[in-house]
């Protein structure tokens, strides 16, 4: 069974930066996405990546301070994020899943992955 372990949050003043990694074990994914939860509010997507290809979608909001990336070799997937607002604080969580095939670029529904990490919290100060 494929298990995710997320890394890499924490505190950081607006404008900063933070860069969350993913370790997948157990297993592969041909679609792996990062989403993030306020409380009270649904799980959005970020980013995703196919990390055979290395092809990348992003959520228009995030396209112009987050960089996904992966490591296949160490089976991580990582989210750089840069110039971040107290906006950006929520729960960030790691997603695996299948490609899809009716897609060209990497899913960011939630609906479309059936494994996830336990989340890692991101909080921004202003």
């Known amino acids: 069974q494929v298990q995710l372990v997320e890394s890499g949050g924490g505190s950081v003043q607006a404008g900063g930066s933070l860069r969350l990694s993913c370790v997948i074990s157990?297993?592969?994914?041909?679609?792996m996405a990062w989403f993030r939860q306020v409380p009270g509010q649904e799980r959005e997507g970020v980013a995703a990546i196919w990390p055979a290809s290395g092809r990348t979608y992003y959520r228009d909001l995030f396209k112009d301070r987050f960089t996904i990336s992966r490591d296949n070799a160490e089976h991580t997937v990582d989210l750089q994020m840069n110039n971040l607002r107290p906006e950006d604080t929520a729960m960030y969580y790691c997603?695996?899943?299948?490609?899809?095939?009716?897609?060209?670029?990497?899913?960011?529904?939630?609906?479309?992955?059936?494994?996830w990490g336990q989340g890692t919290q991101v909080t921004v100060s202003s």
């Open positions: 157990g297993g592969t994914a041909s679609s």
């Open positions: 997603a695996a899943g299948p490609r899809r095939p009716r897609l060209v670029y990497p899913s960011i529904l939630a609906v479309d992955y059936n494994e």
